[in-house]
């Protein structure tokens, strides 16, 4: 079955990077693209961006494009977001989800806290 | 960049109840819609996708429809399980975007 597993949570300093791993299986990983979606404290869905796992094409969202890069490794069917210049707002779950044109399978979720 | 918009924001309903979700699109997103539910402190569950195909295995209480930029989710008879938020998205083209979300509770 289709699973995408996170990496565990998170504590970083204003001004440090962080970066989330996903590891997917039960699937042709190359054959899909994955979303990451972060979700702030009582908030709802932010879409981040998207990258290919064919190509390692991306896609971000402008708010964040400066401050992230999202890669995949075909070799461990894993995907990678690094968010970088992290502030106290980027306290968040982040999620990584499989694309089939829209996000399907979603992984558990990975607890970053931006705190000094 | 397209934006969605939900309403209401929150209800609440009884069991068994007939419930409705609209999401409206700032412009035409053909059929690229889709809707999630969202349980507190799990990761959303895709419910229905292209407007009005439910994924496989959700229940059949759950309908989708709307074309353009007016969507609805519906939940035909209102279950415990199905309180939380729910969330629907546009996937037309980069940047997709979700709706700010309806919280559904229980009477």
């Known amino acids: 079955q289709v699973q995408l597993v996170q990496s565990g949570a998170e504590a970083k300093k204003p001004g440090a990077s962080v970066r989330v791993s996903c590891k997917a299986s039960?699937?042709?990983?190359?054959?899909?693209?994955i979303n990451w979606v972060r979700q702030a404290p009582g908030q709802g869905l932010e879409w981040m961006g998207w990258?290919?796992?064919?190509?390692?094409?991306?896609n971000y969202a402008q708010r964040f494009h400066d401050r992230v890069t999202m890669t995949t490794d075909t070799s461990t069917t894993t995907a990678y977001m690094e968010l970088r210049s992290l502030r106290r707002d980027d306290t968040a779950v982040y999620y990584c989800?499989?694309?089939?044109?829209?996000?399907?399978?979603w992984g558990q979720g990975t607890r970053v806290t931006v705190s000094s | 960049d397209i934006q969605m918009t939900q309403s209401p924001s929150s209800l609440s309903a009884s069991v068994g109840d007939r419930v409705t979700i609209t999401c409206q699109a700032s412009?035409?997103?053909?059929?690229?819609l889709s809707w999630y539910h969202q349980k507190p402190g799990k990761a959303p569950r895709l419910l229905i996708f292209?407007?009005?195909n439910v994924e496989a295995g959700v229940p059949s209480r759950f309908s989708g429809s709307g074309s353009g930029t007016d969507f609805t989710l519906t939940i035909s008879s209102l279950q415990p399980e199905d309180i939380g938020t729910y969330y629907c998205?546009?996937?037309?083209?980069?940047?997709?975007?979700f709706g700010g979300g309806t919280q559904v509770e229980l009477k």
């Open positions: 998205q546009h996937y037309y083209f980069f940047p997709v975007a």
């Open positions: 039960g699937y042709a990983f190359s054959r899909f693209g």
């Open positions: 990258v290919s796992a064919s190509n390692g094409q991306t």
């Open positions: 292209d407007v009005s």
């Open positions: 989800a499989r694309v089939r044109g829209f996000p399907d399978y």
């Open positions: 412009e035409d997103i053909t059929d690229n």
